[in-house]
């Protein structure tokens, strides 16, 4: 075999995805990975000779999701990130766009919400908060602007190679350009001016990708080595959210990466193929862009076919007979995949809306048919309520539905949807049902678990959203900044194969409370960041059970109550309902009145309480009556009785009265139930027992 040949194949991506469909233009879905590699979605060039470079791909062990820069080394592969950020006169200035760039963010965010919550952007309580617009973006145009002397001063005064000069060179028209943008910025929250945000914010950080030791996280982008150059090359790859065509080059002698800004570059991609010709030139082919497909368990790439493309290292040129693109481009997915599609539509008119609830009909789901619906359906899922924003937050899907790490957000005072950020898919891993990556991902965010059912939940008093699915850490979500936020691990009771599908999370006003399948119990302790052991007495408490089971708090009482069937719909449900009393940490069984009738209860995953009236409202339909009517079961606190409802209207159960991608909540401000279903549609309830027949349960 030729020295060109046989660099052209030792130089492959590590778990290489390759298009069944290739060269196809229809949309596919690619093959799934072993997760149980540390590593995946990586890439490794190993010489003949020895001595290697690897990049790319996802760290599932890491704090930041990436395994960074290794080279081979006498056989073994050695991180050098440290030695590279210590040998970069510029990290520090990578460091602080990096904070301006979260700055831009939490500044979209706040537009975001106070856009659709129909508010003035300095309304009182967004000022108590320092919060308004007008103030985050004096605060960003400051920073912007400091940091724009500083770079200056860093080219005149720091010992920079000619290459850092031209990359902080490059950063100072970035930045100017974001600073720019900041500063024409109105106070009011507007759909321009939200974009606008966003737009500096990803200004901000291909500024800071400029400043950086080593190229930006990627997945799916292969190394190849020229040995006319002496130089391994990297070009575009998956970000999760988007595609880019940067290109790189690395000297192993130096130990260096550099950043290359050809006059024109390849379209953003990534699952391509690179080949060393041996001659100077490296060859590109194939990869794939997004498709944005809302489909049931549709594909979300579809093959490029413009190649091939070819690479002169030396030259630093790009030529091929497909249509060239500006280089270090992007790639975002489109439609309801990103956050500015949800900005269309009627501006949000909350006085409106309110009086539609106010006006609810009694005993009656109506449907609220937001103006816009998030996609891909959220199958396998709860929702919970942020009473302090007034969101419903929703984090679903996994399995056969949407796959992400977006929370979306709804506001109950407009009736619209908000996206946070813009949706990244666990490529091969999409449509999974128990094989999504553990760990940050490239954001630092959690992919959505398999299922996610109960397993996550607003916290009262942290005033974030906790999801404990993930099997050995628990993930915070801020909703202020609407983007996740750190971790904590998990205490080893909770820490189990598959515990997505039984952690059961329920918040309470003092804590948030968890069940597990081996029917122990957790407290959030808020202040230390920590899930502490319940230790009870009295009778034993089971097992929390896929599909089959849930706990609510009764508030009147301070107890928690738990209902449980065995799993699989030929087991019925006993009618038992045990308590957990918080005063004296003791559970018992309650043996309510109806337990034979409430055998007919098909879902018991979601049971809420409605305080005012004293009732636990179950989120499923009994089997149809004599005259063909789905009646609610419900359980009266008071009496200790199982009863059942005439409630009529949209239902959001299902035909069968058993929706397994079901979210239902208790709106204590207005008094209403609310549920969400797969398709993100939203369903109200206003509850009047006396006007609902209640009968007992039979």
């Not at 000297?251 to 990534?270: G, V």
């Not at 501006?347 to 009656?364: G, I, Q, V, W, Y």
């Not at 089971?542 to 699989?568: E, H």
């Amino acid at each position: 075999m030729s020295r060109r040949a046989l660099f052209g194949v030792v130089c492959v991506i590590l778990l290489g995805l390759r298009a069944t469909a290739a060269e196809s233009k229809r949309p596919y879905r690619l093959p799934s990975v072993d997760i149980r590699e540390r590593v995946i979605w990586g890439a490794a060039c190993e010489l003949p000779g020895g001595g290697g470079l690897a990049f790319g791909g996802q760290d599932q062990l890491s704090d930041d999701g990436r395994p960074h820069t290794r080279v081979k080394r006498n056989g073994e592969w050695t991180a050098i990130r440290g030695s590279l950020r210590a040998a970069n006169p510029l990290q520090p200035l990578y460091d602080r766009a990096i904070e301006l760039r979260d700055r831009q963010r939490f500044a979209a965010a706040r537009a975001r919400f106070t856009y659709f919550k129909g508010i003035d952007a300095d309304a009182v309580a967004e000022r108590a908060r320092g919060e308004s617009l007008l103030l985050l973006n004096r605060q960003i145009g400051s920073g912007l602007e400091k940091l724009l002397a500083d770079l200056n001063d860093a080219k005149r005064t720091s010992p920079l190679s000619p290459y850092q000069s031209d990359q902080a060179a490059r950063a100072i028209d970035a930045i100017k350009a974001a600073a720019e943008s900041a500063a024409a910025l109105p106070p009011e929250a507007t759909p321009d001016s939200v974009r606008a945000l966003s737009a500096g914010a990803i200004r901000t950080d291909q500024a800071a990708e400029l400043l950086d030791a080593e190229p930006p996280a990627r997945a799916l982008s292969p190394i190849v080595y020229d040995p006319k150059t002496r130089l391994f090359v990297l070009f575009g790859g998956d970000h999760c959210d988007y595609l880019t065509n940067d290109t790189w080059v690395f000297d192993p002698k130096e130990q260096q990466w550099e950043q290359r800004h050809p006059p024109a570059a390849p379209p953003p991609r990534a699952n391509h193929e690179l080949k060393a010709n041996g001659d100077g030139t490296v060859t590109l082919t194939g990869g794939y862009t997004y498709f944005s497909n809302t489909d049931y368990c549709g594909g979300q790439y579809v093959d490029i076919g413009d190649g091939p493309w070819t690479y002169d290292v030396a030259a630093n040129r790009w030529t091929g007979t497909g249509e060239a693109a500006e280089d270090d481009a992007r790639v975002y997915r489109t439609g309801p995949f990103l956050p500015e599609y949800f900005l269309e539509g009627p501006k949000p008119d909350p006085a409106a809306h309110e009086k539609r609830l106010s006006d609810l009909p009694p005993n009656t789901w109506v449907a609220m048919e937001p103006p816009l619906l998030p996609h891909l359906n959220r199958d396998w899922g709860s929702a919970t309520l942020d009473p302090d924003r007034d969101l419903i937050l929703r984090f679903s899907g996994g399995h056969s539905a949407h796959g992400g790490t977006d929370v979306l957000h709804y506001h109950l005072s407009t009736n619209r949807w908000e996206l946070p950020f813009p949706v990244e898919f666990p490529l091969g891993q999409l449509y999974s049902n128990t094989s999504y990556p553990e760990g940050y991902n490239f954001n630092r965010r959690p992919w959505v678990t398999g299922h996610t059912y109960q397993n996550y939940g607003y916290d009262p008093v942290l005033k974030k959203m906790l999801f404990a699915g993930q099997k050995t850490h628990t993930y915070v979500y801020d909703p202020t900044t609407a983007d996740w936020v750190g971790r904590f691990a998990k205490p080893e009771g909770m820490v189990y194969n598959s515990c997505f599908y039984t952690i059961t999370i329920c918040p309470t006003p003092r804590c948030t409370e968890c069940w597990t399948a081996a029917g122990q119990l957790y407290r959030f302790d808020a202040e230390r960041y920590q899930w502490v052991r319940r230790e009870y007495m009295g009778e034993e408490l089971p097992g929390a059970v896929v599909d089959n089971s849930t706990l609510a708090y009764d508030s009147k009482r301070d107890r928690l109550l738990f209902w449980r069937k065995p799993y699989g719909r030929d087991h019925a449900y006993d009618g038992q309902i045990y308590a957990f009393e918080r005063k004296d940490l003791r559970v018992t069984t309650l043996s309510p009145e109806g337990m034979a009738g409430a055998g007919a209860i098909p879902y018991l995953c979601q049971i809420r309480y409605d305080e005012r009236h004293d009732l636990m409202l179950v989120g499923a339909t009994l089997p149809p009556d004599a005259d063909g009517f789905r009646r609610t079961p419900a359980y009266d606190c008071e009496k200790n009785r199982w009863i059942s409802l005439r409630i009529t209207g949209d239902d959001p159960h299902g035909e069968k009265g058993r929706n397994v991608s079901l979210g239902m909540m208790y709106d204590t401000k207005r008094g209403l139930f609310w549920a969400v279903d797969t398709n993100s549609r939203v369903f109200a309830l206003r509850l009047d027992p006396e006007t609902a027949d209640v009968r007992p349960l039979e």
